[in-house]
């Protein structure tokens, strides 16, 4: 069955600065992955999904992911935080059986 | 724009009562998922439905059953409400198909039982 790792509860990093959030994922066959963002209250917004190509995927927000087949990950990456990027961010993969596994969940805060 | 829609954000339920989480799609969708989200455990899929009358079970099926009469609309029953079921509850629903096909999320439904 597939898996999904967040590595890290918790991430800080200053506004301005480079983020990312550690995604490792467990799957038979090939992957298809994603992140998601929640805000406060809220439900779960799409934010961007690798399925083939590119290694590099860009998304929502100026989020973008690169994945990497040898170490299976799947990390997403800012080059610039906002202070309006503090969120909970999830990591999911779905294999071939449809089913769609989430990662725990990494809290983002990002301090002015 | 898929819009899912959750039409109660804020419950609060008795221990024993019965309770239902309504969700409605407007993109005719063929799947449509139910979670629950608790902290530090992620996303837990409770049941999925990929048709009219058709459900499956997820993961976490136990104390909960569902029901789609309708392609845009899924219900989450709580038979017999327990304090262990306090949670927050998201409906998805997606495209049948392909993989790659991404699920849209409601605005979750946050359920206290006391």
Known sequence: AQSVAQPEDQVNVAEGNPLTVKCTYSVSGNPYLFWYVQYPNRGLQFLLKYITGDNLVKGSYGFEAEFNKSQTSFHLKKPSALVSDSALYFCAVRDIQNDMRFGAGTRLTVKP | ?114
């Not at chain 2, 008795?14 to 989200?37: A, I, S």
């Not at chain 2, 058709?54 to 029953?77: C, H, N, Q």
């Not at chain 2, 949670?87 to 605005?107: K, P, R």
């Open chain 2, 1 to 114: 724009d898929v819009k899912v829609t959750q039409s109660s954000r804020y419950l609060v339920k008795r221990t024993g009562e019965k309770v239902f989480l309504e969700c409605v799609q407007d993109m005719d969708h063929e799947n449509m998922f139910w979670y629950r989200q608790d902290p530090g455990l992620g996303l837990r899929l409770i049941y999925f439905s990929y048709d009219v009358k058709m459900k499956e079970k997820g993961d976490i099926p136990e104390g909960y059953s569902v029901s789609r009469e309708k392609k845009e609309r899924f219900s989450l029953i709580l038979e017999s409400a327990s304090t262990n079921q306090t949670s927050m509850y998201l409906c998805a629903s997606s495209i049948q198909g392909a993989l790659g096909n991404t699920i849209y999320f409601g605005e979750g439904s946050w359920l206290t039982v006391v």
